[in-house]
Nanobody
Framework: VQLQAFGGGLVQAGGSLRLSCAAS????????VGWFRQAPGKEREFVGR????????YYVDSVKGRFTISRDNAKNTVYLQMNSLKPEDTAVYYC????????????WGQGTQVTVSS
């Protein structure tokens, strides 16, 4: 499967952005899609995930209530809606997919930069 992430940009604190992750090739076998981020000088951090079926989502505590993952079935695209952004959300965001649970994410999109100014 190929993933393409886009939608990043520069936004002021308190603002919103929506990232997109378009999937192609082998999408019928995807188990879930995860969103990750990596801030400068820090390790990559898991943000949340959504079952490809769309019935289950999970978020880390730091983004709960602010970030929402959704999916457009017709477009094979998963979205990360980010509201009430904070400067500490600044990072390169990645989407990733895997074909079953309890394994590492095998397929990664290119990152998209999100910068939140204070």
């Amino acid at each position: 499967v190929q993933l393409q992430a886009f939608g990043g940009g520069l936004v002021q604190a308190g603002g919103s952005l929506r990232l997109s992750c378009a999937a192609s090739g082998g999408t019928v076998s995807i188990y879930d899609v995860g969103w990750f981020r990596q801030a400068p000088g820090k390790e990559r951090e898991f943000v949340g995930r959504m079952r490809w079926s769309g019935d289950t989502t999970y978020y880390v505590d730091s983004v709960k209530g602010r970030f929402t993952i959704s999916r457009d079935n017709a477009k094979n695209t998963v979205y990360l809606q980010m509201n009430s952004l904070k400067p500490e959300d600044t990072a390169v965001y990645y989407c990733a997919a895997r074909y079953r649970d309890y394994v590492t994410y095998q397929y990664w999109g290119q990152g998209t930069q999100v910068t939140v100014s204070s």
